[in-house]
């Protein structure tokens, strides 16, 4: 290139300004601030990474039934031969009150949405040390874990209800009026007790590896104490309130009130179950906030 050239094109390349010259709305402002340690989830944020959440709730998924030989058939399988063992053991022999309702079809109307709850709770618990990758080395809202975490055993709740509304069938056991709307409502209920408990859980594992033996005693005794062999409603009233602290006892009656037509829920009890239900959610994800900037020195 000639000497001439060079000038020419000096005089024609456009001059880059000053940052100091530049109007403020063309440079971008970053503001680096502490995670809040209260328990607070910014929705905003949350909706900005909503494709890192699909990614990990159809990679769980994947994983789930990856070389698996019946695949999706497990979600089926699992509960039906859950209820079939609770109908011979505590039907048949034991003879545990159903009320008005055909044995079966409440056994397995409580068993879908309790079988929910333990993979949803199991799954949140582990869900900091099982991405362990992720959690030290790239930047996400670190509460996406845990709410895949239970996002993901919904589908195997969606393939499990045909044996409910199979039961449904043959016994006559169809819901009587409106409340079929409500059944998402206690449903809910069951996502956000099993949410907040897994922020707790999963901020206790990191630090300290004895989750993984507590949850299986937990699970074992919760259909116990949570009326999936039973029908609540049968139950002494003073014993009721005592069951009425357990969130799921909550979800499981109205689930039943709403799909099989069974009694009403006692509200006052049912208001009992959703509040500690809230508690554990906004507990759970106070110590998730004040322990997450320490995820990644620790784990």
């Known amino acids: ?90 039907g048949k022999f034991a003879k545990f009150p159903s009320g008005n309702v055909a044995y079966p079809s409440l056994v397995v109307a409580g068993v879908i949405p309790m079988q929910y709850f333990a993979s949803a709770l199991s799954q949140s618990s582990m869900c900091l040390v099982a991405n362990l990758p992720l959690v030290t080395k790239v930047y996400f809202p670190r509460v996406l874990l845990p709410l895949a ?35 998402p409502a206690f449903l809910a209920l069951a996502l956000v007790t099993a949410l907040g408990i897994g922020f ?21 005794v919760l259909p116990l104490v949570s009326g999936v062999m039973y029908a609540v409603e049968e139950v002494p009233t003073k014993w009721q309130w005592i069951l009425a602290v357990n969130p799921m006892t909550t979800v499981i009656s109205g689930w039943r009130w709403a799909v099989l037509g069974a009694p009403e829920p006692i509200w006052p009890q049912a208001g009992l179950g959703a509040a500690v239900g809230i508690a554990l959610f906004l507990i759970g994800l106070t110590v998730f906030r004040a322990s997450e900037p320490r995820f990644a020195d620790t784990i």
């Open 1 to 90: 290139m000639t000497q001439i050239e060079e000038e020419r094109l000096q005089r024609t390349a456009p001059v880059p300004r000053p940052l100091e010259s530049r109007p403020r709305g063309d440079r971008p402002t970053f503001v680096i601030r502490p995670a809040p340690r209260w328990p607070h989830l910014d929705i905003r944020e949350l909706w900005h990474y909503r494709e890192v959440l699909g990614t990990i709730v159809w990679r769980d998924i994947k994983v789930r039934y990856k070389q698996t030989f019946l695949g999706v058939v497990w979600a089926i399988l699992v509960p039906a031969f859950t209820a079939t063992v609770y109908v011979v053991v505590f």
């Open 200 to 220: 707790f859980l999963s901020s206790v594992n990191v630090r300290y590896r004895d989750v993984p033996y507590i949850i299986p005693v937990f699970l074992q």
């Open 149 to 183: 975490a239970v996002l993901v055993p919904v589908v195997d709740f969606l393939v499990g209800l045909p044996v409910l509304i199979t039961l449904m069938g043959l016994y006559g056991t169809w819901p009587k009026g409106v409340q079929l709307v409500s059944a």
